[in-house]
């Protein structure tokens, strides 16, 4: 046990390490590689070393707070959830780990739904909008997810008064897709016809339709797509 705390000391510390101009101006891949194995034995602790990560996410743009959520996508210890979460609730600008932070919650899965869907209603009664933890929840496919995007969908279309100037009717819908439920093309719809809505908005909620009801012909435009702006970008580069 006395060796475990040892080890466990020994890798936050080297974590902790990274946060220093030095590891600031390499990229992550580089980081990524020089912290592998620490990571992988971190990984190997599992729930052992929750605590002391959790501690990591109390510091945002470090290196070490962006690889103890990386662990946490791993380990996918529910004890973590509260941690992320608190995380993303402080909006920090650090899009690269807020997004780590997203995938972690969708990663841990189904303990992650109801301290994210208590967390969304908080701060959608107080008209704020996180879109890290929308795309945490609606990401992580089941039926309270569904339910829960289903039902804050229809009450936009019954009161968008509500939800002028803070909601983003189109991220909030967009994984409709990831639950590949169709049964929601009804429903998105409607929101087509609210009053109101941007053309912006519009157009990504006809996709987010469009990908429902046919999948594949959507993929291979998106695919397409990709195709074009890479070799767009190779011509550029020549």
């Not at 590689?33 to 945002?60: C, F, M, P, S, W």
């Not at 279309?157 to 803070?166: E, H, L, N, Q, T």
């Not at 929601?184 to 109101?196: E, F, W």
């Amino acid at each position: 046990m006395q060796n475990q705390v040892e080890m466990l000391n020994k890798h936050i510390e080297f974590l902790k390490s990274l946060d220093n101009e030095e590891f600031y101006n390499k990229d992550e891949n580089e980081v990524r590689k020089y912290a592998h194995n620490t990571i992988q034995e971190l990984i190997q602790l599992g729930n052992q070393a929750t605590k002391d990560l959790v501690e990591l996410l109390r510091t945002e743009f470090t290196w070490s707070c962006f690889f103890a959520i990386t662990v946490f996508r791993e380990t996918k210890d529910p004890h973590a959830v509260p941690g992320i979460v608190a995380f993303l609730k402080r909006e920090s600008d650090d899009s690269m780990a807020n997004e780590e932070a997203m995938f972690a919650l969708q990663d841990i899965g189904d303990p992650s739904i109801i301290p994210l869907i208590e967390d969304l209603e908080g701060t959608f009664d107080t008209k704020r909008y996180n879109s890290y933890l929308v795309g945490a929840l609606t990401g992580i496919i089941g039926p309270a997810p569904y339910d829960f995007m289903v039902s804050i969908t229809k009450d936009f279309i019954s009161r968008p008064w509500w939800y002028k100037g803070w909601f983003h009717i189109e991220d909030f819908t967009y994984n409709f897709v990831q639950q590949g439920r169709d049964d929601a093309i009804p429903l998105l719809k409607q929101v087509l016809d609210v009053k109101g809505i941007t053309v912006a908005e519009k157009r990504e909620l006809e996709d987010t339709i469009r990908a429902l009801e046919n999948p594949e012909s959507y993929e291979k435009d998106i695919l397409e797509t990709a195709n074009e702006l890479s070799k767009a970008t190779q011509d550029i580069n020549l």
